[in-house]
């Protein structure tokens, strides 16, 4: 069994001959280029991190790092991953006094406090403080905005990106035996990202402006699948799985009601991922924080087939329940290890034991999980912790045996 067939088979809940692994093939299952550096060096390997996405300062996965945590999966990145920096060609870059790869473009100018600021025509976009390890964005998106819908047009992707597509995607699929995840969500994220630059505004307009809302989100979609139509006809089956981006979920508790939830954006989403299901033979990965299990029947019904991160420390994202409840319905993607806690500050013994008892109450082995960690690994990650949580993905022997 390859890895492109484990993915596959793990996302059909049908039986793998190990845990499937991904690591890096989305931009919420990576590696901060801080605690990648000190992996490389631990792990002897002598290549200079790339840093394919400088919003959240994620490096790419080398081969040979992916080959040695045996990564199942392989991003198909956006040409323009963060603030509309082209990933084509990159140069050497001082960061913090390491040496890396960065976008040909990217061009931080001093903030006067020793941090750095990105600009776009003359005005900030971005931020990253003097001891911060990733930019926190500046600019403020329609649902902040409440733009004039009459004159308003969703931003389209480049046609320049359609033939990247089909390189890329022809590339990764002929070169590699990996499940190839391409992200492709409405233009903006629907609840959570659309109120970048003033949520709270966002907020009061989502629960009082039902035809507006109704409205913005039938542009949105209306673009989505357009966009969706334009992704197939350039990468057609060379993908397997397609990732969209959402967060519904507080540490605590949803951020919206079920009714909300399904009164206001169900059928939006759903008429995205409806083409999806009618028209390709991908799967549909959510990433979805936090506490979402009072969402989880209504996601399911809008057509996702794989939830990540699984939050396991959030409130009720138990794994036990979570496989009990849910388990035949959907497939979980992550779930490993507490990434707030145990990942960064316990020891690689504890990290291997609290994993283990993770995969456990998933039984990776009968299909329907993949391994990864808890969103992406932070900067003050150890090495040695890293290791431990992919080693115990690697050698799992299941408490039962699949077969009595």
């Known amino acids: 069994m390859n890895s492109r067939q484990r993915i596959l088979n793990a996302l059909k809940h049908q039986p793998v001959d190990r845990v499937p692994v991904d690591l890096g093939g989305t931009r919420q299952s990576g590696i901060s280029v801080f605690a990648y550096q000190k992996l490389l060096k631990a792990l002897e390997i002598t290549s200079v991190p790339h840093v394919f996405d400088v919003y959240q300062m994620l490096a790419e996965i080398d081969d040979e790092a992916a080959q040695r945590f045996c990564s199942d999966t392989v991003l198909l990145n956006r040409p323009a991953t963060a603030f509309g920096l082209s990933n084509a060609t990159y ?61 308003w047009k969703p931003p389209q992707p480049q046609d320049s990106d359609w033939p990247y597509y089909a390189r890329q995607s022809e590339r990764l699929y002929k070169e590699t035996d990996k499940a190839v995840v391409v992200a492709m969500g409405p ?49 057609s089956d060379r993908v397997q799985v397609l990732q969209i981006a959402d967060d519904f979920g507080t540490q605590f508790a949803p951020f919206l009601s079920p009714q909300m939830f399904c009164d206001k954006l169900l059928e939006h989403y759903k008429r995205g991922l409806d ?118 993905a690697m050698t799992y022997i299941p408490q039962e045996p699949l077969c009595p």
């Open 91 to 151: 140069k050497p870059f001082d960061l913090r006094g390491m040496d890396v790869m960065v976008p040909t473009d990217f061009d931080p100018q001093s903030d006067g406090h020793r941090g750095w600021i990105l600009t776009r025509n003359g005005k900030t976009i971005a931020q990253m403080p003097e001891y911060g390890y990733y930019f926190d964005r500046l600019e403020s998106y329609p649902g902040a905005l409440h733009p004039d819908l009459d004159t």
């Open 187 to 235: 233009p903006y994220e629907l609840f959570n990202g659309i109120g970048q630059g003033g949520f709270e505004d966002w907020m009061i307009t989502f629960a009082t402006e039902d035809d507006y809302v109704d409205r913005l989100f039938t542009m949105l979609v209306d673009q989505w699948i357009e966009n969706l139509k334009r992704l197939h006809d350039a990468v």
């Open 275 to 392: 083409w999806v299901h009618a028209n390709t033979d991908w799967f549909v990965l959510l990433h979805s924080d936090g506490a979402i299990v009072p969402l989880l029947d209504a996601i399911i019904q809008m057509g996702v087939d794989a939830i990540n991160p699984v939050q396991t420390t959030a409130t009720d994202m138990d794994p036990a329940r979570l496989k009990q409840r849910f388990g035949n319905r959907i497939t979980f993607w992550g779930g490993s290890c507490d990434s707030q806690g145990t990942l960064t500050n316990a020891t690689p013994t504890v990290i291997s034991d609290e994993t283990r008892n993770n995969l456990n109450q998933f039984k990776p082995l009968e299909g329907g999980y993949i391994f990864t960690s808890v969103h992406n690994i932070q900067a003050n990650v150890p090495a040695a912790n890293i290791i431990a949580l992919y080693d115990a």
